[in-house]
Nanobody, 122 residues
Framework: QVQLVESGGGLVQAGGSLGLSCAASGRTVSSYAMGWFRQAPGKEREFVASISWSGHRTYYSDSVKGRFTISRDNAKNNVHLQMNSLKSEDTAVYYC???????????????WGQGIQVTVSS
């Protein structure tokens, strides 16, 4: 089992920055690819970013590419999502997830955090 806990969400003005962290525990977390997804009210949960177990490969959705950066610190079992130039459409509940494969597909992620709210005011 892998347990994931997100932190760092909150309210920010459009154009501002916010960092999310995901603390992981349980099985050898450093061997998992990690991802961030988000779900806005009335919408499906969508892919945001993912990172390989080594941190050498990353994927981003087109909507956040160039604004968000995913990183990980395996020594601390932590994954970080730095969000810059935030827009109102980034408002959503953000979820951290773990997968045995580096993927953009929600179905490939086996473990999920509880989610954390990010609200961007315009």
């Amino acid at each position: 089992q892998v347990q994931l806990v997100e932190s760092g969400g909150g309210l920010v003005q459009a154009g501002g920055s916010l960092g999310l962290s995901c603390a992981a525990s349980g099985r050898t977390v450093s061997s998992y690819a990690m991802g961030w997804f988000r779900q806005a009210p009335g919408k499906e949960r969508e892919f945001v970013a993912s990172i390989s177990w080594s941190g050498h490969r990353t994927y981003y959705s087109d909507s956040v590419k160039g604004r968000f950066t995913i990183s990980r610190d395996n020594a601390k079992n932590n994954v970080h999502l730095q969000m810059n130039s935030l827009k109102s459409e980034d408002t959503a509940v953000y979820y951290c997830a773990a997968s045995t494969n580096l993927s953009v597909r929600r179905a490939e992620y086996n473990y999920w955090g509880q989610g954390i709210q990010v609200t961007v005011s315009s």
